[in-house]
């Protein structure tokens, strides 16, 4: 018996130390690894500026491959806390051709490249490369797919925010703990019918709001859940009712218009072919769906794992952790991100 009881603890601490770390990864409302890119004329004839925005992390190196008729004249480099600003002086003998580009070493999700050449501005959203972001100077060229490769793209590409995103698993997290069964249902599909609202108008610019508020409110969402959560624990142990208030679906409605502004932004990151815009949107949102059913069925599997070992006051203790910890991640977010909140300058 009590051998049982010590493998019993040792489950749940494992559980909670396993869960704890993946929630501790950073959060953040953008998944995408994105740039922006902007070729701009330089001062003399045939000189062009390129300026790079692209995240530190992924600038181990930073040299480029320029069209043939093309030399580099002066580079610079600035950082910025977790974004890093280059800039590319460089001389061309000729005008560019069709096929004219600049080859860069970074493996992005998206970009974004805005062209002023020959007197024209093009904004053009860049394809996804393995090994390499290739920048197209030809007003012409605009990012298309066809349907079969859109719906593949972007199924994935929502999977993989949601899965990667942890802020947004946080919140789901939170909700999984708080209503079971139909209700549970209920609620997921508030968040999705929020969340799917808010990402289209945005996307759209039917609303436009700054991304930086929005992340702060991700964040304290996941707190209000967290003690929702702790406190109905709390009445269960105590043998009260316990029908969680924040838990309405009037509530994780208004979450939900919230996290989705935050999808948004990163879907906006990424682009979407100009030929496939509705469907880009449409699969982008049913894989955040799927991402989440998966998700919610991992902690189902987790969570029978746990119930066959039928201890309640370990199954209290392990619940009301973790919440504690969601609680806690969600109070760093909060701050972490009011600390970066660029007062003044949003738009």
Sequence with gaps: ML???????????????GLTLFMALPASADVFVSGDFRVTPGEETGRYVLNAQLPTAILSNTDITLPESCTLQEFNRQAFADKTQLRYDFLCTQPFNQDAAIVTPWFLDGAKVLLNIDSQTTTLALKR????????????????????????????????HIWFGWDHLAFVLCLCLLASSYRLLTLISTFTLGHSLTLVLAYYEVIKIAIAPIEILIAFSIILMAREGLARMKLIRLGLPSKALTASAGIVLLFGLIHGLGFASALSELG????????????????????????????????????????????????????????????????????????????
């Design 129 to 160: 490369n393995f090994d390499a972001t290739v920048i197209p100077l030809s007003h012409t060229t605009e990012l298309t797919l066809s349907k079969s490769e859109t719906v593949k793209r972007y199924l994935w590409q929502g999977m993989l």
């Design 3 to 17: 051998s049982k009881r010590i493998t019993y603890v040792l489950k749940v601490i494992f559980a909670a130390v």
């Design 272 to 347: 979407v072919p100009e030929n496939e815009i509705g469907l880009a949107l449409l699969f982008f949102n049913v894989g955040v769906e799927i991402g989440q059913v998966l998700f919610i069925a991992a902690l189902y599997a987790l969570s029978r794992a746990l119930s066959t070992l039928k201890n309640k006051h370990l199954d209290y203790y392990l619940r009301t952790s973790i919440l504690c910890v969601v609680g806690v991640l969600g109070s760093f977010w909060v701050f972490e991100r009011l600390l970066g909140f660029p007062f003044g300058s949003l738009s």
